[in-house]
């Protein structure tokens, strides 16, 4: 049974930062690709960024610049580091794991999600 937590939401001013986790367990966690999501009220889920078993990261173009995926296999966890934060950036952040083979920013290739964790910008 895959099971990953995410922490780390909150609420922040425009220009802020948040860190995000995800911890992982209950596979080899460092063969997966490892990726997070976004979803606003009224919006589909959007990818924002996945890391490579081998460390390689991927953004979606909203966010390059001011974000950064990290993981530390050693911990099975996963990082969203997010700076410069706006608020078309709030939203429920969504933890997601899979196979190398679907390494994407596509949500529906992926089967094991966390439950989220809110992040909320002001202006």
């Known amino acids: 049974q895959v099971q990953l937590v995410e922490s780390g939401g909150g609420s922040v001013q425009a220009g802020g930062s948040l860190r995000l986790s995800c911890a992982a367990s209950g596979y080899t966690y460092s063969i997966y690709c490892m990726a997070w999501f976004r979803q606003a009220p009224g919006k589909e889920r959007e990818g924002v960024a996945y890391i490579t078993s081998n460390g390689t990261p991927m953004y979606t173009d909203s966010v390059k610049g001011r974000f950064t995926i990290s993981r530390d296999n050693a911990k099975n966890t996963v990082y969203l580091q997010m700076n410069s934060l706006k608020p078309e950036d709030t939203a429920m952040y969504y933890c997601?794991?899979?196979?190398?083979?679907?390494?994407?920013?596509?949500?529906?290739?992926?089967?094991?999600w966390g439950q989220g964790t809110q992040v909320t910008v002001s202006s």
């Open positions: 997601a794991a899979g196979p190398p083979t679907i390494c994407s920013l596509a949500s529906s290739l992926y089967k094991d």
